[in-house]
């Protein structure tokens, strides 16, 4: 299992992406896991909240594990994204969802990010986006936190790739984060928030999430559209990006 889940006694389930050795980058095992998990959620009514995190310090998720190949079909109107049901909307899970980010999040690990209700940071977090740097587009990544930042910030970090990092700091001043925390305590402060939500009458507190993705979700369905056509001509072949990430060199900004 690369997924741990605690579940309290005060209705907060804490999920833990647990593949520290790789930085909690996601193989096609842990994305059917999460998958399962948000379904298996939907139905237990003890959870009434649920704070997702990754373990050990160094990062809260890169993304897909580079490892990884992904069979696709023949066809140039079709791509299997193996990320793109990992997000607890993707699964019809209205119940909260608090992300607790220590480290690295990058790349892939903005599909979880875009599906939570609010993000809490401590101060070692680091946001950015590698695709363009090895030859990739960045559809569904950049989609999601343009529903999160201001638009002219989402085309800084998705265009400048990894040669700069936003900083906790400077993701709180764009509203990518609600609250920046010391280093260890992110998952705390987001429980605690979880626990006063799950406090409250349930059927309340998921029409206010339904009602807030509401506002947004014709917008994100069209854009989430258009990205398999926009990766498929715009992604450079496997080995060309393997290429690119195997020369990749030490040293970014942050900022």
């Known amino acids: 299992m690369t997924i ?20 909690n980058a996601i193989d096609l095992a842990t994305a059917a896991e999460l998958t399962s998990l948000w379904r298996r959620l939907r139905r237990e009514e003890s959870v009434r909240a ?43 899970l209205w119940k909260p969802v608090v992300a607790a980010v220590g480290g ?20 070692t977090a680091t946001f950015f986006d590698p695709h363009t740097s090895y030859g990739m587009v960045s559809a569904y990544e950049a989609v999601y936190m343009a529903q999160r930042m201001p638009a002219g910030e989402v085309a800084r970090m998705a265009l400048m790739g ?17 609250e920046v ?12 928030a979880a626990a006063v939500i799950a406090s409250y009458p349930t059927e309340a507190v998921q029409g206010t999430v339904r009602a807030l993705w509401a506002a947004k979700e014709a917008a994100l369905s ?4 258009r990205a398999p056509e926009l990766i498929a001509l715009g992604n450079a072949p496997p ?17």
């Open 4 to 23: 741990a889940v605690e579940t309290r006694d005060d209705g907060v389930a804490v999920v833990t992406l647990d593949r520290p050795e790789r930085h």
């Open 50 to 92: 649920a704070v997702l995190t990754g373990a050990g310090e160094r990062a809260f998720c890169t993304g897909i594990d580079r490892t990884v190949t992904v069979p696709q079909p023949p066809s140039p109107y079709a791509i299997d994204d193996p990320l793109r049901d990992i997000g607890p909307k993707a699964n019809d």
């Open 104 to 123: 690295m999040a990058c790349g892939g690990a903005f599909y979880l990010l875009g599906e939570a209700e609010f993000i809490v940071a401590d101060e």
């Open 162 to 178: 990894t040669a700069e990092r936003v900083s906790a700091r400077r993701a709180y001043e764009t509203g990518l984060v609600s």
């Open 181 to 192: 925390v010391p280093q260890g305590e992110a998952v705390a402060a987001a429980v605690r």
């Open 222 to 225: 069209q854009a989430l559209a």
């Open 239 to 255: 080995d060309a990006q393997a290429a690119l990430f195997a020369a990749r060199t030490p040293g970014f900004r942050t900022r």
